[in-house]
């Protein structure tokens, strides 16, 4: 998304729960929409900014006496890049625009379906982390165990887009290398962009090791029909 975006962290924004950490700042995601809650959510939003803000529930959460489910407290701000009607309600695609935090939230009504709250800007106020992080990442994907990764070839070309900053790759290998909703979350809540990216440096690190490892311990290597497990 190349044009800029104003926030105005003043005003409510509609919630969006889902279950596990879903979108970053700078990746995209699809979303159908189709409850009522929800249509009437994307309706306000369209008539507005656009903007809606991805929450992420509690795995453990007991639901309020109202019956609203207990979110964390970060979300990713998103924008609603493109949408379409559809028999069920909505199709749109969303862009991450930004972390926030929730600092109230306003419970739906008979009128308005769906929650709203009133976030603050979550991020931190820094320059784009250094090229050095940039090219440790170059080296670890040209090692052969990250190379089977299925993303790897376009990590390969967002590292090589000049118009792409460092502290944006790595948010797109965020969401695009790891599933763990856990890991995401670490992600999406810590304000230093360095922080992520040495975290994501890591977890590479530690992917690589855990391929070889499942390398070491492939059925061609097992003898008399045995497994390590």
Request: aromatic share 8%; proline share 5%; glycine share 4%.
């Amino acid at each position: 998304m190349s044009q800029s975006v104003s926030v105005h962290f003043k005003r409510r924004f509609p919630l969006f729960p889902l279950p596990e950490t879903m979108l970053l700042p700078h990746a995209m995601m699809p979303l159908s929409i189709f409850e009522p809650r929800y249509i009437q959510l994307t309706d306000h939003a369209l008539d507005s900014s656009g903007q809606i803000a991805i929450a992420t529930i509690h795995k453990s959460a007991q639901k309020k006496p109202k019956g609203t489910v207990p979110l964390r407290d970060a979300v990713c701000l998103a924008q609603i890049v493109k949408h379409e009607k559809a028999s069920h309600g909505y199709n749109i695609l969303i862009y991450g625009l930004c972390r926030a935090e929730i600092q109230e939230e306003f419970l739906a009504t008979e009128a308005q379906l769906y929650r709203s709250a009133k976030l603050s800007p979550l991020e931190e106020e820094e320059d784009d982390v250094g090229e050095e992080y940039r090219n440790q990442l170059k080296h670890l994907l040209r090692r052969p165990n990250l190379q089977k990764l299925e993303y790897a070839s376009a990590v390969e070309q967002w590292i090589n887009e000049p118009d792409l900053s460092t502290h944006a790759l790595f948010e797109l290998i965020g969401c695009s290398l790891f599933d763990d909703s856990e890991l995401r979350y670490s992600l999406l809540s810590e304000p230093s962009g360095e922080v992520r990216t040495l975290k994501l440096l890591s977890e590479l690190k530690r992917l690589d090791k855990l391929i070889e490892m499942t390398h070491c311990q492939s059925q061609d290597r097992w003898e008399n029909g045995l497994s390590w497990n």
